[in-house]
């Protein structure tokens, strides 16, 4: 845009190989400076491909480049952007280097993932109310190793229930050995036994991911010793 300056626009899909040639059109024009519309995650492949290229590209948020509302078009935003581009309009946002954001899609999915593990352990103790075993009532932490033990035992199949009580009783719990006895004495048949057992499967098998993806993690922050013991230092 400019007096004298001629413009073009031209379509591009977003193939690597389309992004590719946008990417060699651009350089053959020697444009030094791009701005996009960050939209959901799908700024992300574009950004990548054209980052191979000698163009300083702005992702900026949709929410700064809006146009007149009814002028709503590819074209007509493409212009738009260009405009605010070359008046200086643009600020664009915080990318963070690509091994920042490997060691960010690792910590989203770990959280995901904790999120399911502790969403299996709701079911667990969902079922063994429907069993009417009232373990939440006498154990605050249904998740703890006391109460792991006592459903491992139960969907095991053991009847002598005094004694596993007495196997992993501790001062630190307020209800009796009698009061756990009456709470865990239900009736655990044999189809809620198996939807424990496939819970239980579960929930290792994605701790087993967990542990994966923590050895993974710790591959990404070699090198950030320093500065994760600074930020450790902070109350």
Same mark, same amino acid.
């Given at each position: 845009?400019?007096?004298?300056?001629? =413009? &073009?626009?031209? =379509?591009?899909? +977003? #193939? #690597?190989?389309?992004?590719?040639?946008?990417?060699? $059109?651009?350089?053959?024009?020697?444009?030094?400076d791009g701005a996009m519309e960050s939209t959901?995650?799908? $700024?992300?492949p574009v950004l990548h491909v054209l980052r191979?290229?000698?163009?300083?590209?702005? %992702?900026?948020?949709?929410?700064?480049?809006?146009?007149?509302? /009814?002028?709503?078009?590819?074209?007509?935003?493409?212009? $738009?952007?260009?405009?605010?581009?070359?008046?200086?309009?643009?600020? /664009?946002?915080?990318?963070?280097? @690509?091994?920042?954001?490997?060691?960010?899609?690792?910590?989203?999915? *770990?959280? *995901?993932?904790?999120? #399911?593990?502790?969403?299996?352990?709701?079911?667990?103790?969902?079922?063994?109310?429907?069993?009417?075993? *009232?373990?939440?009532?006498?154990?605050?932490? #249904?998740?703890? %190793? =006391?109460? +792991?033990?006592?459903?491992?035992?139960?969907?095991? /199949?053991?009847?002598?229930? &005094?004694?596993?009580?007495? &196997?992993?009783?501790?001062?630190?719990?307020?209800?009796?050995?009698?009061?756990? %006895?009456?709470?865990?004495?239900?009736?655990?048949?044999?189809?809620?036994?198996?939807?424990?057992?496939?819970?239980? *499967?579960?929930?290792?098998? %994605?701790? &087993?991911?967990?542990?994966?993806?923590?050895? @993974?993690?710790?591959?990404?922050?070699?090198?950030?010793?320093?500065?994760?013991?600074?930020?450790? =230092?902070?109350?």
């Open positions: 845009m400019g007096k004298g300056i001629q =413009t &073009e626009t031209r =379509t591009f899909g +977003t #193939t #690597t190989r389309s992004l590719k040639a946008l990417g060699e $059109w651009l350089e053959s024009l020697q444009v030094t959901g995650i799908y $700024w992300k191979e290229y000698p163009l300083n590209l702005l %992702v900026v948020n949709a929410r700064h480049i809006k146009n007149v509302p /009814g002028r709503k078009t590819d074209k007509a935003d493409s212009q $738009w952007i260009c405009k605010l581009l070359i008046s200086g309009l643009l600020k /664009g946002s915080f990318i963070p280097p @690509e091994n920042i954001q490997a060691l960010r899609d690792l910590h989203r999915y *770990k959280k *995901k993932l904790v999120g #399911t593990v502790a969403s299996e352990k709701n079911r667990i103790i969902r079922v063994l109310e429907d069993a009417n075993i *009232k373990l939440s009532s006498v154990v605050s932490d #249904t998740s703890g %190793v =006391t109460a +792991t033990y006592l459903i491992n035992g139960l969907i095991a /199949g053991r009847k002598d229930l &005094e004694r596993l009580v007495s &196997e992993c009783y501790h001062k630190k719990l307020q209800a009796t050995p009698e009061q756990i %006895v009456e709470a865990i004495n239900g009736r655990l048949t044999s189809h809620l036994t198996f939807l424990l057992k496939s819970m239980q *499967k579960h929930i290792q098998s %994605v701790q &087993e991911q967990l542990a994966e993806i923590d050895a @993974e993690i710790e591959t990404h922050i070699k090198g950030f010793e320093n500065e994760i013991e600074l930020l450790q =230092t902070i109350p």
